[in-house]
């Protein structure tokens, strides 16, 4: 495929992507310094009037919805060649896709996902449009400018709008994800088609792959998984449209009141104290000794821990860990801190869990002990109203808003109201999540985890390590890393 030079004032740099009937292709605005992304169609259809219409359609539709939960259309124009192009926001993180190829989802970041798209399917519906084709690839990820993600739903390409939703239908989707009244010549789709399309969506999410013929529930592959989201998923993903969610936005409320009821942390494993960091000293060895630790655990029959879908960052399952969950939550034999320092006991089951939350390169108890310690000094009254932060873990209001169990669903507390059983569960949210952003930035991964904490994952991109402003910051928490790891 020939790159072109240029749409418009636009650059063009390298291709994205492509389908059956456009391709998209990064580029850039030189007037504002912005990456933007560039939809063309295909030289083979440009000559297609209906094809045409469909497309230029497509570029009315996604600017007629007034919503950031959707691809953003800036421009439109024709290329020298007669082909039409469209203008769209950059998703600079790629799409739900790319993300889902690793495996299932920290269970916290698929259902806070899976709002978001059912939120923009409701403002595609309030403007009378049926997505038709909810797919992880139409699902793209951008970043914001305080290092958050934005979530944004693209391709509209076979759409339908109120004035067309009765009329002859042809069967379009994507197998999979598509309502079975799709798969039928006039299977008449509407709104509840959709609302199939974010079953499926959730589905893949929450287990690793999309809803087959046969479908178990999404707890029976992922342990972690409460029944009641089993429900949610369940009812969306009903054959007959009578009996599912009504819209998307009853999707979307059923998963936030649900989310509400439940605690979405997974099981703590039961890991053999040979795995953590033994030597703080030996920072280069680190990722070989832990897998020579792991190996050698299996080989003597050590606990056996498996993580949900195999990323890193994702929340842990373990077969027997149920039962051994109350005994090790405590540390009472310090497999995990230290016991000869200066960690409150009453924290001690807070840490551990907040540090085995997923398992990431750097992430520990010890690591989130020493955070602690450098924050406040374990001080669960510390109050900063000049920063607006408080608690043990220095939060504000508005940032534990979003990481504290059952997310953004819930308001932001009060200062008064910020416990340590908030603000430590909260820190290993945010590192498990934020912290897989910066797993192949160099330096030693537990210091870097820190500098994000108190920076960016943009930041410390740019840095290539912990930013220079934060090595004060990251000093002292090595130190009490050092002091706080099991020797």
């Keep these: 495929m020939e790159t072109p030079r240029a749409a418009g004032r636009y650059r063009i740099d390298r291709l994205l992507g492509s389908g059956g009937f456009a391709a998209v292709w990064l580029g850039h605005d030189a007037e504002l310094d912005a990456p933007v992304a560039i939809k063309i169609l295909a030289e083979h259809w440009a000559q297609r009037e209906d094809v045409r219409e469909r497309f230029v359609q497509e570029a009315r539709l996604l600017r007629s919805v007034d919503s950031h939960r959707l691809v953003?259309?800036?421009?439109?124009?024709?290329?020298?060649?007669?082909?039409?192009?469209?203008?769209?926001?950059?998703?600079?993180?790629?799409?739900?896709?790319?993300?889902?190829?690793?495996?299932?989802?920290?269970?916290?970041?698929?259902?806070?996902?899976?709002?978001?798209?059912?939120?923009?399917?409701?403002?595609?519906?309030?403007?009378?449009?049926?997505?038709?084709?909810?797919?992880?690839?139409?699902?793209?990820?951008?970043?914001?400018?305080?290092?958050?993600?934005?979530?944004?739903?693209?391709?509209?390409?076979?759409?339908?709008?109120?004035?067309?939703?009765?009329?002859?239908?042809?069967?379009?989707?994507?197998?999979?994800?598509?309502?079975?009244?799709?798969?039928?010549?006039?299977?008449?789709?509407?709104?509840?088609?959709?609302?199939?399309?974010?079953?499926?969506?959730?589905y893949h999410m929450l287990t690793g792959e999309p809803p087959g013929e046969r479908r178990p529930m999404p707890s029976e592959l992922q342990p972690t998984v409460p029944h009641s989201i089993d429900a949610v998923v369940a009812r969306a993903l009903e054959p007959d449209r009578e009996r599912r969610w009504p819209s998307a936005a009853d999707f979307a409320q059923a998963l936030s009141r649900t989310v509400g009821k439940v605690d979405t942390d997974p099981i703590l494993p039961s890991r053999p104290a040979a795995q953590t960091r033994r030597n703080r000293r030996r920072r280069h060895l680190v990722l070989a000794v832990g897998a020579v630790a792991a190996a050698l655990a299996l080989l003597t029959g050590g606990a056996v821990f498996a993580l949900a879908g195999g990323e890193e960052g994702a929340p842990v399952a373990a077969g027997d860990a149920r039962k051994q969950h109350g005994a090790s939550m405590g540390d009472p034999d310090g497999r995990w801190l230290r016991t000869d320092q200066d960690i409150p006991p009453q924290y001690r089951r807070l840490i551990v869990r907040a540090g085995t939350w997923c398992e990431l390169k750097g992430l520990s108890p010890a690591l989130i002990a020493a955070m602690l310690k450098t924050e406040s000094d374990f001080d669960p009254e510390l109050s900063d109203p000049r920063l607006n932060e408080y608690g043990i873990a220095r939060w504000t209001p508005t940032g534990l808003m979003r990481w504290q169990p059952g997310g953004a669903g819930n308001a932001a507390p009060r200062p008064a109201d910020i416990t340590p059983e908030l603000s430590i569960a909260a820190m290993g949210r945010f590192l498990c999540t934020q912290g897989r952003q910066i797993q192949n930035v160099p330096g030693d991964p537990a210091l870097n985890l820190a500098g994000l904490y108190r920076t960016s994952v943009g930041k410390v991109r740019q840095a290539q390590g912990v930013p220079p402003g934060s090595r004060p910051y990251t000093r002292k928490v090595d130190h009490f890393l050092d002091a706080y790891s099991p020797r």
Excluded: C
Excluded at 81 to 88: I, Q, T, W
């Design 72 to 202: 953003e259309v800036f421009d439109i124009g024709v290329l020298d060649n007669g082909r039409p192009y469209f203008v769209m926001s950059y998703a600079d993180r790629g799409t739900l896709e790319e993300r889902l190829a690793a495996g299932p989802m920290p269970l916290n970041d698929a259902l806070s996902v899976a709002r978001e798209v059912a939120r923009g399917v409701e403002a595609l519906h309030a403007r009378g449009i049926v997505h038709r084709d909810l797919k992880p690839s139409n699902v793209l990820i951008r970043s914001t400018t305080d290092g958050d993600e934005r979530i944004m739903i693209s391709d509209l390409g076979i759409a339908r709008t109120d004035d067309r939703l009765s009329s002859l239908t042809l069967p379009a989707g994507s197998p999979g994800y598509m309502a079975p009244e799709q798969t039928t010549i006039d299977g008449a789709p509407d709104r509840r088609s959709d609302v199939y399309g974010l079953g499926a969506l959730t």
